[in-house]
């Protein structure tokens, strides 16, 4: 008996938001495969983002997570927690619309923040005053995220919470 394709499920959102912990938690609640776009382009390059970004630029590795999205992954069943910045490129949250459905997560600046000051492998953060940084980012890509599909707050919420909302949302999105 041929499986139903069901769309995939695709997270997006700031870093720090909880797209690879949530998404896991949800593929398996689905019975999905889980996939990190950016683990999924360090895998296919050999070597990790902050090199990619080191050595090839930024534009470089926006191609990378372009062609993953086109055809680097299976077309349905797929729960994928996108890198932060994939959704602002030009056409993009048109390109996931077509492949599935698109859920945004969100959290406040404040908790952002704390979450991801402390870790030196995001390689857009990794200058000398990374809140800074991060703040400045936020800003620019906010309206792009809100923008990209419904939004879901992990703020002050467990992770069950989450998950229980993801999953209602892209049910009634189906």
Do not use: W
């Amino acid at each position: 008996m041929k499986q139903i394709e069901l769309p995939n499920l695709y997270l997006v959102g700031f870093m720090g938001v909880g797209k690879s912990a949530l998404g896991r938690r949800v593929a398996k609640e689905l019975d999905y495969q889980f996939i990190d776009s950016d683990q999924s382009i360090e895998n296919k390059c050999g070597r990790p983002i902050s090199e990619i970004f080191k050595n090839e630029g930024e534009a470089s590795f926006r191609q990378y997570e372009l062609e993953f999205i086109q055809s680097g992954h299976p077309s349905s069943r797929c729960v994928v927690s996108c890198g932060g910045g994939l959704v602002i490129q030009d056409g993009m949250k048109e390109l996931l619309k077509d492949k599935g459905v698109v859920i945004c997560l969100f959290a406040s600046l404040e908790t952002i923040i704390e979450r991801i000051s402390r870790n030196s492998d995001r390689p857009l953060i990794n200058v000398s005053n990374p809140e800074t940084r991060i703040r400045e980012l936020f800003a620019e890509r906010e309206s792009f995220y809100m923008k990209s599909g419904p939004c879901i707050s992990t703020e002050g919420r467990t992770i069950a919470e989450v998950v229980r909302h993801i999953l209602r949302t892209y049910k009634d999105c189906t």
